[in-house]
């Protein structure tokens, strides 16, 4: 069993329109969340940072948690056609050690 | 600041060859983590290095191997390459406690030929 998992995608939202991208976890004992975008060919960039049930906002991006269902999400408003990427999700499980899941691809179109 | 840095950023290598990659943090991190990136596997976790020491390490053979130095660099090392080694290697530093988020390099690009 993964123990991060997200659906591949791609997932296509028209410009100006809110993504909705989810996490499922199955470490009951991860602590920290996060969310990461990759751009083809480029390195991993993070975007949130979440450690406790309920929402946190940061400019168009909202990263929702919720330990009881282990699920995490990452909405984001306004997509605008740059946002067109891979959004990761990753969990840090304990001992020294952060896995991610495959990722969601995102296609924003103009 | 500067960010993480990682060289080589491509390698081509043949199969039975070693080979080392380096990577150094950003200042003030003690924390290294290796990560392998496939299309068909994602980021899979090597190993994680915090003041010299390694602090766990992922499911791969022992071909694979890392070490870290006092001034937080890190290096990993593959030996005996094989064709499915071909991957995107990332390092990524943070301050090593558990909330902390990592922050990638560039990555290096291996190709076994």
């Known amino acids: 069993q993964k123990e991060v998992e997200q659906n591949s995608g791609p997932l296509s939202v028209p410009e100006g329109a809110i993504a909705s991208l989810n996490c499922t976890y199955s470490d009951r004992g991860s602590q920290s969340f996060f969310w990461y975008r990759q751009y083809s060919g480029k390195s991993p960039e993070l975007i949130m940072s979440?450690?406790?049930?309920g929402d946190k906002e940061d400019g168009r991006f909202t990263a929702q948690l919720n330990k009881a269902s282990q699920y995490v999400s990452l909405l984001i408003r306004d997509s605008q056609p740059s946002d067109s990427a891979t959004y990761l999700c990753?969990?840090?499980?304990?001992?020294?050690?952060?896995?991610f899941g495959a990722g969601t691809r995102l296609f924003v179109k103009a | 600041k500067a960010g993480v840095t990682q060289t080589p950023r491509y390698l081509i290598k043949t199969r039975g060859q070693q080979v080392t990659l380096s990577c150094s943090p950003i200042s003030g991190h003690r924390s290294v983590s290796w990560y392998q990136q496939t299309p068909g596997q994602g980021l899979q976790f090597l190993f994680e290095?915090?003041?010299?020491?390694?602090?766990n390490k992922g499911n791969f053979p022992g071909r694979f191997s890392g070490r870290q130095f006092s001034n937080s660099r890190s290096e990993m090392n593959v030996s005996t390459l094989e064709l499915g080694d071909s991957a995107l290697y990332l390092c990524?530093?943070?301050?090593?406690?558990?909330?902390?988020?990592?922050?990638f390099g560039n990555g290096t690009r291996l190709t076994v030929t």
């Open positions: 290095y915090f003041s010299e020491t390694q602090r």
């Open positions: 990753a969990a840090y499980t304990g001992g020294f050690k952060t896995i």
């Open positions: 979440i450690y406790s049930n």
């Open positions: 990524a530093s943070s301050l090593g406690r558990g909330n902390s988020p990592l922050h």
